[in-house]
Every structure is written in structure tokens, then in C-alpha cells.
């Protein structure tokens, strides 16, 4: 078994860690972000692979550098969120665990940008990490099928159980046998970290690309002058297909309730009916919960200027 270095930090980096401890690994050194002042008392939080860390007993830093004085074989990354310069690759190997199927989707939000652009096929890669964006040699990789409703909190999940097995497999032999790597082939498509604007719902759009939004997990949109959260919701056919521009008997896009059923929202075309929302400081809940309770009116509309601009 190697001695390696660990580079992580989010939930989705701490199923290879924890395969690699049970696979025999000599974790050395873990590096994971700093931690960050979170709640009211402002208490410093540890990141998902620092607390797994400290869980496994392993020692960790947040400081990058440190990785070179630890003896390591090769150091794994995964999910770390920080450019690994090249002056650090010339003294210890590296090996990337990334969650497409390179060359698509280099970058930050893989995940995120595959769901959005209603790829119905993932994957995971390990590669040789080199200090350009996710431009190494594919030492391995693995594809997954995408459900049409599945949300990226449960992709991401199988991608990393997934990446932890293949990492294991990868690493089973000598690190000096690894071997160079396959060159990428294909047209790069690049996954950029996605703004908190971009998942504003913008009712005059397809309810399908909006669906595919509200996949994310992350979807909101304002309701008499505050954010509502759409934590789940499905397309469903329009009630008047002779107005696909979604501006007829149905109301504007962005209408609530109607002839399509209380809880579905009229879209550009399409309409989307809402099934889990959470209200600005309140928990999650059932759309026909939340609708009952503010006793939403005829015509009442989704989707009025954000109140924080």
C-alpha cells in the first residue's frame, strides 16, 4: 500500500478518503480548507474532510504547502477548490478524482452543468493532475446514466461512491505502475461555478430547462416580496397548448394555480407543478402545505423583482 497526501474539502470528497484508510492507504497528511465562521455565534465550522479526518485520526492542515514535507507517494485530490500550482507538481505526483467524463465539463460545477444542459450520461475520472484545468492524462474512468428527475444531491452522492471505488482500483498496485495516462479526446466543454443569480427561476422559460434548475437544489424564485425556496418540483403538460407562449387564459408566466391545477406555475412554455418548497426562515414543506397557508389569491404571480435588490 502507498503512503499518500489527501486534498479535499465538501461532503462529496469524504467517501475516496475514508475507501483509501479502509483499502490500507498510509494517509500522511490531510489538506482541506480553512475553517469558516458559520451561525449566529460565528463558531468556526470544519470542512466535511477535515471532520473525517479528525474522525479517522489522520493529522491535517490547512496549508497547502505542507503537502511537500510529508513523504508522500503521490497525493490524491478531490473536490479540494484550489488550483494546485505547478511548483508543487514538480516535488509530489498527483492524482484527480473529477466527476464528468473528461474532456467535458472541465471546471468547478461538472455536475451542475450536466444537469442543466440535460446530458442523460455522467461519469467519473481519475487523472494525473497537471497545473492546467482538468487537461491531465485519464489514468481511469467510469460512466453513470442520469435520471431524468434525479437532483445533483443525489448524483453527486453516486459519483463520489463511485469515484471512491474506482480510486481504490486505480491505486491497488505500485504508484511507479501507474503509468502515463490516456490523452483526452474530444472538444473541451468547460463548467463554470454557477452565480447565485443563475438560479433564479425565470418563469418565461421552457419548464423543462426549469425543471433541470429546480434539479439543482438550489432553485428560488419571490413571492409577495420575498424568497420562496423550490426545493422540488415536475413538468407537466400545458393546459392550453394553443398558447405556447404561456400569455393566454393561464395568466403570464410565473402564474400560480389556475386551470392547471393549484400548485403548478404557468412557464414560458409548459407550466411546472411545485411540489416542495421552504419559505424565506421557515423549514421545508409540501407546496399545497405552503400554499394553504398563505391562502394564495386568483392570479397571484411568482417571480416579482427580488426585494433584496
Known amino acids: 500500500m502507498a503512503r499518500l497526501a489527501y486534498l479535499g474539502s465538501p461532503p462529496a470528497a469524504v467517501a475516496p478518503l475514508r475507501a483509501l484508510v479502509a483499502a490500507g492507504?498510509?494517509?500522511?497528511?490531510?489538506?482541506?480548507?480553512?475553517d469558516t465562521r458559520r451561525g449566529r455565534g460565528k463558531e468556526h465550522t470544519p470542512s466535511a474532510v477535515k471532520q473525517a479526518a479528525i474522525d479517522l485520526g489522520l493529522?491535517?492542515?490547512?496549508?497547502?504547502?505542507?503537502?511537500v514535507?510529508?513523504?508522500?507517494?503521490?497525493?490524491?485530490?478531490?473536490?479540494?477548490?484550489?488550483?494546485?500550482?505547478?511548483?508543487?507538481?514538480?516535488?509530489?505526483?498527483?492524482?484527480?478524482?473529477?466527476?464528468?467524463?473528461?474532456?467535458?465539463?472541465?471546471?468547478?460545477?461538472?455536475?451542475?452543468?450536466?444537469?442543466?444542459a440535460g446530458d442523460d450520461v455522467s461519469g467519473v475520472c481519475v487523472m494525473r493532475l497537471e497545473a492546467g484545468l482538468d487537461t491531465g492524462p485519464v489514468l481511469a474512468s467510469r460512466r453513470l446514466a442520469i435520471?431524468?428527475?434525479?437532483?445533483?444531491?443525489?448524483?453527486?452522492?453516486?459519483?463520489?461512491?463511485?469515484?471512491?471505488?474506482?480510486?481504490?482500483?486505480?491505486?491497488?498496485?505500485?504508484?511507479?505502475?501507474?503509468?502515463?495516462?490516456?490523452?483526452?479526446?474530444?472538444?473541451?466543454?468547460?463548467?463554470?461555478?454557477?452565480e447565485p443569480d443563475e438560479f433564479r427561476l425565470a418563469w418565461e422559460l421552457p419548464a423543462e430547462a426549469l425543471h433541470r434548475?429546480?434539479?439543482l437544489d438550489r432553485a428560488w424564485t419571490t413571492f409577495r416580496g420575498e424568497r420562496l425556496?423550490?426545493?422540488?418540483?415536475?413538468?407537466?403538460?400545458?393546459?392550453?397548448?394553443?398558447?405556447?407562449?404561456?400569455?393566454?387564459?393561464?395568466?403570464?408566466?410565473?402564474?400560480?394555480?389556475?386551470?392547471?391545477?393549484?400548485d403548478v406555475v404557468r412557464c414560458g412554455s409548459g407550466s411546472l407543478e411545485l411540489v416542495d418548497?421552504?419559505?424565506?426562515?421557515?423549514?421545508?414543506?409540501?407546496?399545497?402545505?405552503?400554499?394553504?397557508?398563505?391562502?394564495?389569491?386568483?392570479?397571484?404571480?411568482?417571480g416579482e423583482p427580488d426585494p433584496g435588490r
Open 25 to 34: 492507504h498510509d494517509i500522511a497528511l490531510v489538506v482541506s480548507r480553512a
Open 59 to 67: 493529522p491535517v492542515t490547512d496549508a497547502l504547502d505542507d503537502v
Open 69 to 116: 514535507d510529508v513523504g508522500a507517494e503521490l497525493a490524491v485530490v478531490v473536490a479540494y477548490g484550489r488550483i494546485v500550482p505547478q511548483r508543487l507538481l514538480d516535488v509530489v505526483p498527483m492524482v484527480n478524482v473529477h466527476f464528468s467524463l473528461l474532456p467535458r465539463w472541465r471546471g468547478a460545477a461538472p455536475v451542475e452543468r450536466a444537469i442543466l
Open 147 to 194: 435520471d431524468g428527475d434525479e437532483h445533483a444531491s443525489a448524483l453527486v452522492e453516486r459519483l463520489s461512491a463511485a469515484g471512491a471505488e474506482l480510486l481504490v482500483d486505480t491505486l491497488a498496485g505500485a504508484v511507479a505502475a501507474l503509468g502515463p495516462g490516456r490523452p483526452q479526446e474530444g472538444e473541451p466543454t468547460y463548467a463554470a461555478k454557477l
Open 213 to 215: 434548475l429546480v434539479r
Open 229 to 262: 425556496r423550490v426545493l422540488d418540483a415536475r413538468p407537466v403538460p400545458d393546459a392550453d397548448s394553443t398558447d405556447p407562449g404561456g400569455t393566454g387564459a393561464g395568466g403570464p408566466p410565473g402564474t400560480i394555480g389556475g386551470d392547471a391545477g393549484d
Open 277 to 302: 418548497v421552504q419559505p424565506a426562515g421557515k423549514r421545508p414543506m409540501a407546496a399545497a402545505d405552503w400554499r394553504r397557508g398563505v391562502r394564495l389569491q386568483p392570479g397571484e404571480v411568482l
